[in-house]
């Protein structure tokens, strides 16, 4: 999922995160808990909900490739599976790789595929092109649309690789599952699998789509291998970059890593007529230089929203009439040194004041939604199982009140 990991066994470092945990976790207190909704997802990084009140969850995979799904939830915690067999492989950071953020407009579920095995390893800062990647569809957009009858009584759809070589062709795919329902696929956009780096003969940057919101006829995409986020015509599939983040400035310097680490976007939402990216930055994933950027859809110009954060990977705008809170999601995991726990839920009232902390009670989270009819959030987390356990993921929920 994050891209930028490096092996985390030094025990200096693991000190160092200790300290730096004990700072930033001082004076929190949870106002909330989390409830489990639902268990045993692979790798779920997107969330979003449906008119018809389910939640619509992507699981990135499991390792095995084309294991990535796109699953319904009810608000029960009843699991269906809308789709199966969505490419996925494992990445050049030995993570799998395949379906991410997902936003729902009436029966259209867009779902972004992040960059499987498009690249590999060459070393620090060093990837090379895989001249054999597992499927065309990396690094893409989908638009899956089905009716409310079929979001109801689905038992799921698979999705072969045939399939995944007609999409990339541009023809659209329906699928069948011989209960009288169907589902449509076709391809919004596929990005380039990476672009040229500086560096030895051959070196590249990878592409690696993360979220997406949909404003008007356009689709803003964070790409956290870029450090850009995308604009995509939906009429046309035609994209530009609208913004590249540059290096953020490494506040551990020169005690530990380079000056700068890379911006890594992830998360983004629209409000006010700005779109909002949470900024995750990279190794070593220096304390207070992530954080939530805005930026003009219309420019590309941006500037800080709210700063001093670690690994903010979400973030959710809450409107009140003229007024807008912030809901910022800060991922955590109990593995490795460079993200202590908890994972955090924090509201922001004013960007620039001290945030309430809504809940502290999550474990690797990855994405929010707000279901606004009860005042519930969910969020999907990758859950409290070690990382060679990759369906520990789950979805939990959390009441709020602005």
């Known amino acids: 999922m994050i891209r930028k990991l490096l092996p985390l066994f030094l025990s200096v470092i693991l000190l160092l995160s200790l300290v730096v945990s004990v700072l930033l976790l001082a004076g929190v207190e949870a106002r909330a808990q989390c409830t489990e909704v639902v268990s045993g997802l692979r790798i779920p990084l997107g969330i979003t909900q449906s008119n018809k009140d389910n939640l619509i969850v992507s699981e990135t995979g499991t390792g095995p490739l084309h294991s990535g799904r796109i699953s319904i939830?009810?608000?029960?915690?009843?699991?269906r599976t809308l789709l199966n067999g969505l490419p996925s492989a494992i990445n050049d950071v030995l993570e799998p790789s395949g379906p991410a953020g997902v936003s729902m407009r009436g029966r259209t579920l867009y779902v972004v595929i992040g960059i499987g095995n498009s690249i590999v390893a060459g070393g620090p800062g060093v990837a090379f092109e895989n001249p054999n990647p597992s499927s065309p569809l990396?690094?893409?957009?989908l638009a899956l649309h089905f009716s409310a009858s079929t979001e109801k009584n689905t038992t799921g759809f698979a999705l072969s690789f045939a399939n995944q070589v007609a999409l990339a062709s541009g023809q659209k795919v329906t699928l069948s599952n011989g209960a009288g329902e169907k589902l449509t696929i076709e391809l919004i956009v596929n990005f380039p699998n990476f672009t040229p780096k500086p560096g030895p003969p051959g070196n590249v940057s990878g592409s690696?789509?993360?979220?997406?919101v949909i404003v008007g006829n356009q689709i803003y995409v964070t790409d956290g291998g870029q450090n850009s986020v995308w604009q995509?015509?939906?009429?046309?599939?035609?994209?530009?970059?609208l913004v590249t983040f540059p290096p953020v400035t490494n506040t551990l310097f020169p005690g530990f890593g380079p000056p700068f680490s890379e911006a890594v976007p992830t998360g983004i939402a629209y409000a006010d007529g700005q779109l909002l990216v949470t900024l995750f930055t990279g190794f070593p994933f220096p304390p207070g230089a992530s954080r939530v950027e805005q930026v003009d859809p219309s420019t590309?110009?941006?500037s800080s929203l709210i700063t001093g954060r670690k690994t903010a990977i979400d973030v959710l705008p809450i409107n009140e009439g003229s007024d807008t809170d912030y809901l910022v999601l800060q991922y955590a995991s109990p593995f490795g040194p460079f993200f202590p726990p908890p994972g955090l839920l924090l509201l922001f009232e004013t960007p620039g004041g001290p945030p309430t902390t809504v809940a502290s009670c999550m474990t690797r989270p990855t994405s929010i939604v707000l279901d606004e009819k009860t005042g519930t959030l969910y969020i999907t987390e990758l859950g409290p199982g070690p990382p060679s356990l990759p369906t520990a993921g789950r979805v939990v929920s959390v009441p709020f009140t602005p």
């Open 300 to 302: 590309g110009a941006h």
């Open 232 to 241: 995509v015509d939906l009429s046309t599939g035609a994209f530009s970059t």
């Open 208 to 212: 690696n789509p993360f979220d997406l």
């Open 73 to 79: 939830v009810d608000p029960n915690g009843s699991r």
């Open 138 to 141: 990396f690094s893409s957009i």
